[in-house]
């Protein structure tokens, strides 16, 4: 198979229903920064037309520099993938969601491109091709070239820097240095700094591997020290490109927007959730069938199928993986991707069980080694040379289609069917987000513009619905103060409260201008608790 011919498969399946999904809290972050906007342009205690959101989600051009002051004091974030984006969505075609989605998927496919020279750098074209293809048709991979959020930018700074640890390590084994390498690995982890936080555990891991590959050289000759010298060096280059940005870095490492990755205390064995969730986020790297709202027997089957299938693969990847390390035309290369993903993997455990974050819930996040373990995939079924990774793309590609047909990965709490379950009718509707913090309010948004497209494709006989944030810092009982105290024409009112359990919803709301029942009928969780409330005057 040819480089070709892998760039269009990949490029068919990161394409294909690009606009499809909804969006949701993150993309919703990702649209607002990008567009040049900021959550003070969001009305709040108040109602309002969804057709302010028409508004709100317009490019509004500004400077990076503009960018950079409101990430830093609304997010928790690095500003530059916000600036690229913002410069993308000026001149790439089609709708606004298709625009912002799109970066993601151009940097998939040029992640493809990019593999594929890590391992024929580290092994031959041949390994490169496999590499390629097995990310090509991977479901995560797909998943995150979907999602507007900076993944897959970031995938490609990871990608950049393993191939400059591969020649590194080819020329310390060589006994030889060439500045220019160190000089581009330094500066390739210093801006990816700049991307997002995570290449932070990158640049460690690929640290961790050299110090590995360090240990297994001799250290007979005057070279070896020196290449200490060269590998404390770099430390300090990464770390002078990301120091002007590290007090704003700290600062957000300590913002209650990462309280959520909490780890739960709720039982003896919740120490070992996170070790489950890993072998879940890995299965995810090359299958994934449907199991989420499914019935039953769909899920019992997809599961099977998904472990037998994972089975099969560690078979190979173990024997391919013997053979890697047994010859010695291969044996430092693999040494060095198996440091490194080894390394990464300590690390999510040191902020599971020592900072108690549990990373391991957001298989997200695994994009910081996942090009590293599809560089060690493919080289491991090209040095077997079997012919059976035809298997894996098949399966890869089927787990693709039902990506792509948003049966799998379905976006965190599924904007899209909240918006089913409130849209059922052509009455009138109010709709009340209960906010802690700027992540509610982009929740909300998520839901609000899910209710919106779902308004516009549905026969109505009233105006668009009426939307409010109400905040709840102050505890529940203000939000339904605050909305005792507001107007809206409507027959019914739908309110969204984080935190709140369904069964202490009151039994009724007050609008200035009339009363609201709840309708058992019309309680809800997925993600969020939301209640239906039937009004009359």
């Given amino acids: 198979m040819s480089l070709i011919a892998v760039l269009l498969i990949g490029g068919v399946l990161r394409f294909w229903n690009l606009d499809l999904k909804p969006l949701w809290m993150d993309e919703v972050i990702t649209a607002i920064f990008s567009f040049g906007r900021n959550y003070g342009e969001v009305p709040l205690e108040q109602f309002f037309n969804l057709s302010v959101l028409d508004q709100l989600f317009q490019l509004k051009p500004t400077t990076c520099a503009n960018i950079a002051q409101t990430v830093s004091t609304q997010s928790v974030h690095p500003p530059l993938f916000f600036c690229w984006m913002h410069q993308w969505v000026q001149f790439a075609p089609g709708n606004w969601i298709w625009k912002l989605r799109s970066l993601s998927a151009v940097a998939g496919v040029a992640a493809l491109f990019g593999v594929y020279w890590l391992n024929r750098f580290a092994f031959s074209t041949s390994a490169g091709i496999a590499a390629a293809m097995t990310m090509a048709v991977s479901p995560f991979a797909v998943y995150l070239s979907q999602e507007a959020r900076h993944y897959t930018v970031p995938m490609l700074f990871v990608i950049a820097g393993l191939m400059g640890l591969i020649r590194i390590q080819q020329n310390l084994v060589q006994q030889r240095h060439d500045p220019k390498i160190w000089i581009g690995w330094i500066l390739v982890n210093g801006i990816g700094f700049y991307v997002h936080y995570f290449l932070v555990l990158a640049i460690a891991a690929q640290f961790f591997a050299l110090i590995v590959l360090q240990m297994r050289l001799r250290p007979a000759t005057k070279f070896w020290w020196r290449s200490w010298g060269a590998i404390v060096a770099a430390g300090f280059g990464i770390f002078a490109i990301g120091l002007p940005w590290l007090p704003t870095f700290i600062s957000h490492m300590t913002r209650p927007e990462t309280d959520w990755l ?26 994934a069938f449907p199991v989420e709202f499914q019935p039953t027997w769909i899920i019992v089957l997809s599961s099977v199928s998904m472990l037998l299938f994972a089975g099969w693969l560690i078979w190979w990847m173990i024997r391919g993986l013997k053979c890697l390390w047994k010859d010695p035309d291969t044996h430092g290369e693999t040494l060095v991707l198996i440091s490194f993903v080894g390394g990464v993997l300590l690390e999510f455990l040191a902020i599971v069980y020592v900072l108690g974050k549990d990373i391991t819930q957001v298989p997200r996040y695994n994009f910081i080694y996942y090009p590293a373990v599809c560089a060690l995939i493919g080289a491991s079924f090209w040095k077997q040379r079997a012919g059976s990774q035809w298997m894996l793309y098949g399966v890869g590609a089927l787990s693709c289609i039902f990506v792509i047909s948003n049966l799998v990965f ?128």
């Avoid at 919740?270 to 995810?284: K, T």
């Avoid at 913090?437 to 105006?463: R, Y």
């Fill in 410 to 537: 379905l976006k965190p709490y599924t904007p899209d069917r909240v918006a089913q379950n409130i849209v059922t009718d052509p009455d009138c509707r109010a709709i009340v987000m209960a906010y802690n913090d700027f992540q509610d309010i982009a929740v909300g948004l998520g839901f609000a513009l899910a209710v919106q497209s779902t308004e516009q494709q549905s026969p109505k006989n009233c105006q668009p619905s009426q939307f409010a944030f109400l905040s709840k810092t102050q505890g529940d009982s203000a939000v339904w103060s605050r909305l005792a105290s507001l107007s809206a024409d409507v027959k019914e009112i739908w309110a969204i409260v984080p935190g709140l359990r369904k069964r202490d919803f009151p039994t009724t709301l007050a609008l200035q201008n009339r009363t609201c029942a709840l309708n058992s009928d019309w309680q809800y969780r997925i993600g969020l608790p939301y209640s239906g409330y039937e009004c009359r005057n």
């Fill in 262 to 287: 909490a780890t739960s205390q709720t039982a003896w064995w919740s120490f070992l959730a996170p070790l489950y969730q890993f072998a879940a986020g890995w299965l995810v790297m090359v299958v």
